[in-house]
């Protein structure tokens, strides 16, 4: 099986790299960051950072389709709550979706052109036993925009287009989409860092970057490890 990892944050990239047996390592040719090519157990594994936003993300998630033909690609990182999940709480995006695209009359809000509102993922991971839902795991959908999210009244229009959400980030549709148009199945799982519109919000963000690349680690082997043993 060939598994691609797409992740936010650098630290959580460096957590990844040790397990890499055969480790290689090229320049991609078009958004000129380092792709990280190895094994994890009986799985081929291709490693990148993409960097934040909607088009840094998309672009990283084709050029790793072309690169290395990837039979699922998994997307984990950072997420905003929306009220219903704590810090630290580890969000398994069943769906995803835009929360700041509108493509005029006769669409639905957070509906690209020529693909549906809400990108589903791979259910034969969202259904691993690892992933089971528990009270620091939580399953729904994921929004995502170009925008940091950190105001109650940003929250409360994103809940006003989906009020089933569970937390927001800026790369997960795009990532979701790019899978879509490619015919690649990917899968989405984030930690929840704060919650924005909170008191604390911004303290919760910047406080929480040593425990956070920990626990969305540990869960990523966990998935790693039943998804290549099936």
């Given at each position: ?12 990239l460096n957590l990844l790299l040790p397990l890499l047996a055969d480790k290689t390592e090229a320049e991609t040719p078009l958004s000129r ?196 043993t099936l």
């Amino acid at each position: 099986m060939k598994i691609a990892i797409i992740v936010a944050m650098g630290k959580e990239l460096n957590l990844l790299l040790p397990l890499l047996a055969d480790k290689t390592e090229a320049e991609t040719p078009l958004s000129r960051k380092t792709v990280y090519t190895g094994r994890i157990g009986s799985a081929d594994v291709a490693a990148m950072q993409c960097g934040i936003g909607k088009v840094n993300s998309a672009l990283v998630t084709s050029e790793l389709i072309d690169m290395f033909h990837p039979d699922l690609v998994i997307n984990t990182g950072v997420a905003g709550g929306t009220g219903e999940t704590r810090v630290l709480d580890l969000v398994v995006g069943d769906e995803v979706a835009y929360h700041d695209v509108w493509c005029g009359p006769g669409t639905e809000w957070g509906e690209a052109a020529g693909c549906p509102r809400f990108f589903e993922s791979a259910k034969e991971v969202c259904g691993l036993d690892c992933l089971a839902e528990s009270n620091g795991v939580k399953h729904g959908l994921i929004a995502s925009g170009d925008i940091f999210v950190s105001t109650p009244e940003e929250v409360a229009r994103i809940r006003g287009l989906y009020p089933e959400v569970k937390a927001v980030d800026m790369e997960s549709a795009s990532i979701a989409q790019t899978c879509y148009l490619r015919g690649v199945p990917f899968f989405v799982m984030r930690v929840v860092s704060d919650t924005p519109g909170g008191e604390d919000n911004i303290a919760q963000y910047n406080n929480f970057w040593d425990d956070a690349p920990r626990q969305t680690f540990g869960m990523l082997q966990n998935l790693l490890t039943e998804l290549t043993t099936l």
